[in-house]
T-cell receptor, first 113, second 113 residues
């Protein structure tokens, strides 16, 4: 069966510090991978998605970047965090066929102070 | 106009009540539809897919009306454990032949004893 891992679970960072969140998927190959952010009390905002190694699509202009160095690894980064980057970051995977649903990791709760 | 719209609620109902949530989507090219459930401070989890013919899973019934671009979720005999936020989700083709899930902001349900 497939599993998706995210770490860390919780992170408190000062403004201006760098960020690296990691997501890995097990039990599947060539998945589509997604990064979402959910601000407190709000809906999910798609940040990035990737259909393959080295392929990144950005949905919204922002302070963040994403990379996919391996088939089942997806990384979300920032060089300098802003207060507005606080939120609940969720990684998700989906098979490449397109008509399937997505499965989410447990998320990383980020607080920027 | 939002791509997926839901009434944010909250819907406050007694145990045993029947409650219905509605959702509309704007992209007629959308191909598949889902209801997710999200508990407080947790990741969204798939509740059920929504098929054109309508489908039922225990106390939950989902309906899709493609002509009206409308999706519904009916919960019968509400339990305390049904308290959560219910997300309407639409799978829409992107520019690069990938698929993206578009999430509604969610409808909050509170079931009281």
């Amino acid at each position: 069966s497939q599993t998706i891992h995210q770490w860390p679970a919780t992170l408190v960072q000062p403004v201006g510090s760098p960020l690296s969140l990691e997501c890995t998927v097990e039990g599947t190959s060539n998945p589509n991978l997604y990064w979402y952010r959910q601000a407190a009390g709000r809906g999910l905002q798609l940040l990035f998605y990737s259909v393959g190694i080295g392929q990144i699509s950005s949905e919204v202009p922002q302070n963040l970047s994403a990379s996919r160095p391996q088939d089942r690894q997806f990384i979300l980064s920032s060089k300098k965090l802003l207060l507005s980057d606080s939120g609940f970051y969720l990684c998700a995977w989906m098979t490449g066929t397109g008509a399937e649903t997505q499965y989410f990791g447990p998320g990383t709760r980020l607080l920027v102070l | 106009r939002k791509e997926v719209e839901q009434d944010p609620g909250p819907f406050n109902v007694p145990e045993g009540a029947t409650v219905a949530f509605n959702c509309t989507y704007s992209n007629s090219a959308s191909q598949s539809f889902f209801w997710y459930r999200q508990d407080c401070r947790k990741e969204p989890k798939l509740l059920m897919s929504v098929y054109s013919s309508g489908n039922e899973d225990g106390r939950f019934t989902a309906q899709l009306n493609r002509a009206s671009q409308y999706i519904s979720l009916l919960i019968r005999d509400s339990k305390l454990s049904d308290s959560a936020t219910y997300l309407c989700v639409v799978n829409t083709p992107g520019m690069d032949s990938s698929y993206k899930l578009i999430f509604g902001s969610g409808t909050r349900l509170l079931v009281r004893p």
